[in-house]
Each structure stands twice: as structure tokens, then as C-alpha cells.
């Protein structure tokens, strides 16, 4: 197939091309290359994918109405996988106007650009941040999700709103991925296991919000990137069985689909830590704060939906992971 992955240059992104890539697909990667996080990473990052014959990158940025309208016109892509999204919840707190341009006006021009050129399938990234106070372990996709804690969850909320407006006005099928804190090789200096290990690494103390007193479910870009690749072939449809006088907020009677794609393993913070800290052989200077506004106090994801639809099963352990993790670390220089 011919696939657009958005986000080409990011985390996720590399990885799910990569796959698609080595599978046989043709793959075009845009990204506007912005310095929310190194560019040098960025581009590293691509020149994983450049040797692929059938990879070709476009920088380009997707607010841009005119260049996202052109390239569809001109490339015929059969499926989309969009990545692209200005991330993090607490750089939304004092950005706002980032997440606006990027993740709303850039998702809605991806939405038009896919019901003109007729595209079989958008997967596009939601996020747990979704959930807010939900206090409802495991975070399920049948619950309702009105109470984002911040504007980053905000705008990905919205960005599932407004796939449903378009599966259900133009027959788009559109599926959504709530990614729940993803870890592993190549991964993002904003996050958690960069701003720990380069910590311990350094020396200098690491802050641990809440107290310690919270719990992630980490989740390996392996799993991620294949599970995000299960979904694009698995063509969302409508749900047959919907009832509008209950209505289910992960399925419709269009061709709309919202899944959780975690590890349904939440850790504990703490044990994240004392894991990393055993790969590192160091111990690590804590800085015990406390809750950071927009944070949320435990993420746990129920896949049981995405695991019946599309055959996604997380199998990589978190010490499995951040030995890996650490070992590509300990490899490269940013």
C-alpha cells in the first residue's frame, strides 16, 4: 500500500514507518522538524528510514491548508497514519497557541484532505490524556471521557470528536489510538525515562512528582508501533449493534473506531525508577515534589477491544524494556 505517516521524524512515527517500510509498503513521511525537542533527534531518526527505497520524506507542516491539500492531490495515498500533534500536557500549559495550530487546525486539515481524496482508512493518535480525573480503573473506551485536565487532552478529545463528525458525514473510516506512556529506543527527551537516566547519569537529582505516589502503565514502542500497524489494516467499520439510546463513545454507526493501545500493566513509579536505577548500576538523587498541575495520578489501559479486533498483544516486559532502552542510551549522544 501507499501510506502517509504525519510525524515521520517523531517517536512513534519512525517506528510504525519502519515496520510498514520492512513489510514492503510505500511510505511518504512528512514533519515539520520544529524545535519543541532536539531537531538533531529528528533527523537521526529519519536517517533510519532513508535507506528504504520506498521511503521518501517531505518536511512540511500540517496547519500548512494549501501544501497538506497539494500533497494528497498529487501522492494518491490509500491509508493515513497521523502521528503529528504538538505533544506533552505541561508544555500545553504554557503554549497553548502550539496546540491550537497543531492538533486542531492541523488535524482538521487532515480530516478534509482524507474525505476529498477518498482514503480508505485514517488512524490517528488520541491519547490517555483523555481520561483526566476518570478514576475508573482500567481506563475503558466505553466510559465517558468529558473531564480533561489539561489542554493537550483537550485537543486530542476534540480531534475524536471531530473524526466522528467526518466517519459519520462522508462514510471516512476513521480510528482512533489513546497511547498510553510509551517508552523505548529513540524515545523523546520531554519524557520521563530521558529526563531520568540523563539525570542519574549526570548526577543531578531527578524529580519525582507526587511524591512517588503515582502509576503509569509504560508501555514498549515495539508493541506500540505494532499494534498502531494492526489497526490501519483493520478498516474501521460501523458498529452493527449500536444502541443511540445508550450510546457507546467507542464505536458509532458510521465507520468509526476508538481503541486503547497500552500495556494493561500500570508500575508503580517507584519501581520504574529502581528498575532503571538497577540498569544504570547508580542510584538515583530523588527530588520528591509535589502533583504538577495537568498530571493525573495512575493511567491504566483496558485493551481487551483492540485485542479482539486486530490481534494486538503487548508482550514486552518493562525490565526487558529499559534494558533496552538503557543500552541505546548509553550509545548515543544528544
Excluded at 482524507?114 to 483523555?130: D, G, P, T
Amino acid at each position: 500500500m501507499k501510506v502517509l505517516v504525519t510525524g515521520a521524524a517523531g517517536f512513534i512515527g519512525m517506528h510504525v514507518a519502519r515496520i510498514l517500510l520492512d513489510r514492503g509498503d510505500e511510505v511518504i513521511g512528512i514533519d515539520n522538524l520544529n524545535d519543541y525537542y532536539l531537531p538533531q533527534l529528528k533527523q537521526d531518526r529519519l536517517a533510519q528510514l532513508r535507506d528504504h527505497a520506498h521511503f521518501r520524506f517531505v518536511e512540511m507542516d500540517i496547519s500548512d491548508t494549501d501544501a497538506i491539500n497539494q500533497l494528497f492531490k498529487s501522492e494518491n495515498f490509500q491509508r493515513v497514519i497521523h502521528l503529528a500533534a504538538q505533544a506533552g500536557v505541561r508544555y500545553s500549559l504554557s503554549n497553548p497557541s502550539a496546540y491550537i495550530q497543531s492538533n486542531l487546525l492541523g488535524f482538521g486539515n487532515m480530516l478534509e484532505a482524507c474525505q476529498k481524496n477518498r482514503i480508505e482508512h485514517l488512524v490517528y493518535a488520541s491519547s490517555s490524556s483523555v481520561y483526566g480525573s476518570n478514576s475508573n480503573m482500567p481506563f475503558s473506551v466505553h466510559d465517558n471521557v468529558d473531564h480533561p485536565c489539561s489542554l493537550y487532552a483537550a485537543t486530542k478529545k476534540a480531534n475524536e470528536l471531530m473524526a466522528h463528525a467526518y466517519s459519520h458525514l462522508y462514510a471516512l473510516p476513521t480510528t482512533g489510538l489513546r497511547y498510553f506512556t510509551v517508552y523505548g529506543p529513540w524515545g523523546r527527551p520531554d519524557m520521563s525515562p530521558w529526563l531520568f537516566t540523563s539525570a542519574i547519569l549526570e548526577g543531578r537529582p531527578i524529580n519525582i512528582f507526587n511524591h512517588g505516589d503515582m502509576l503509569r502503565d509504560f508501555t514498549y514502542i515495539d508493541d506500540i508501533a505494532a499494534g498502531t500497524v494492526k489497526a490501519m489494516d483493520r478498516i474501521a467499520q460501523p458498529n452493527p449493534g449500536f444502541d443511540t439510546a445508550n450510546p457507546d463513545p467507542a464505536s458509532s454507526t458510521a465507520p468509526y473506531r476508538i481503541y486503547n493501545i497500552g500495556n494493561q500493566q500500570p508500575v508503580k513509579l517507584m519501581t520504574f525508577i529502581e528498575i532503571l536505577e538497577k540498569n544504570l548500576g547508580m542510584q538515583a538523587i530523588k527530588n520528591f515534589m509535589p502533583m504538577q498541575a495537568g498530571d493525573v495520578l495512575a493511567t491504566c489501559a483496558d485493551v481487551d477491544d483492540l485485542k479482539r479486533d486486530v490481534g494486538y498483544e503487548p508482550s514486552t516486559r518493562l525490565e526487558d524494556g529499559l534494558r533496552n532502552w538503557v543500552e541505546w542510551y548509553r550509545t548515543t549522544h544528544y
